[in-house]
């Protein structure tokens, strides 16, 4: 009795199970260019988001207190050249495009965040953050990373802009930019991944 039960149960046969694998394959062929592309596509709307947001943050700042975060305390005299996130790792190429984080540089988290060069928070002029909740690594893992050349007093004819590496992780162009020649593009003259947004 056992035995012709066992024989009555229908299940798949070898034929049946490659057949299903092989759709699956094809599925999986067709469906993972599409799903990578939305990924890619996505990351890249969030850096420039972000971007943005770190642009606005540092505008914001300087409508409070009508001077730019650019001081690694509130009396220094030298500015410092860059900006950084504390998040991520460095993308390469920043020492060798200007974006040097050892020397001459601040966190964006002590300027808009924390208050860390203890800018005054009473008066007329005064710090009225966090100008952000947080800043995180890029989407890629890199640091963002924001040139404040433009922003120092006396040089007024260059650019100041905050930037992602872009997918491939390498800074590709130069920190120091003045504004009439300001561009996104390599010493090739190709376009880059880089992710740009200029401040001015």
């Given at each position: 009795?056992?035995?012709?039960?066992?024989?009555?149960?229908?299940g798949f046969t070898l034929?049946?199970?490659?057949?299903?694998?092989?759709v699956?394959?094809?599925?999986?062929?067709?469906?993972?260019?599409?799903?990578?592309s939305y990924?890619?596509?996505a990351?890249?709307?969030?850096?420039?988001?972000?971007?943005?947001?770190?642009?606005?943050?540092?505008?914001a700042?300087n409508?409070?207190?009508?001077?730019?975060?650019?001081?690694?305390?509130k009396?220094?005299a030298?500015?410092?050249?860059?900006?950084?996130s504390?998040?991520?790792d460095?993308?390469?190429?920043?020492?060798a495009?200007?974006f040097?984080t050892?020397?001459?540089a601040?966190?964006?988290?002590?300027?808009?965040?924390t208050?860390?060069?203890?800018?005054?928070?009473?008066g007329?002029?005064k710090?009225?953050?966090?100008?952000l909740?947080?800043?995180n690594?890029?989407?890629?893992g890199?640091?963002?990373?924001?040139?404040v050349?433009?922003?120092?007093p006396?040089?007024?004819?260059?650019?100041?802009?905050v930037?992602?590496?872009?997918?491939?992780?390498?800074?590709?162009?130069?920190?120091?930019?003045?504004?009439?020649?300001f561009?996104?593009?390599?010493?090739?003259?190709?376009?880059?991944?880089?992710?740009?947004?200029?401040?001015?």
């Open positions: 009795m056992r035995m012709m039960r066992l024989r009555n149960k229908k034929i049946e199970v490659v057949v299903i694998l092989a699956i394959g094809i599925l999986a062929a067709v469906l993972t260019p599409m799903l990578t990924i890619d596509d990351r890249q709307r969030r850096a420039e988001s972000d971007v943005k947001a770190i642009g606005a943050a540092i505008c700042f409508k409070d207190l009508r001077k730019w975060p650019i001081y690694q305390t009396d220094a030298t500015p410092v050249d860059v900006l950084y504390d998040a991520g460095g993308a390469a190429g920043a020492a495009k200007g040097d050892s020397s001459n601040d966190t964006l988290e002590n300027q808009l965040i208050n860390a060069p203890n800018y005054s928070t009473n007329k002029r710090w009225r953050g966090p100008y909740e947080s800043i690594s890029d989407p890629w890199h640091r963002y990373y924001v040139s050349i433009g922003l120092q006396g040089k007024s004819n260059y650019a100041a802009f930037l992602s590496a872009g997918p491939n992780g390498t800074i590709d162009i130069n920190a120091s930019q003045t504004i009439s020649a561009s996104t593009k390599d010493q090739s003259g190709e376009e880059t991944d880089d992710i740009v947004y200029r401040i001015k």
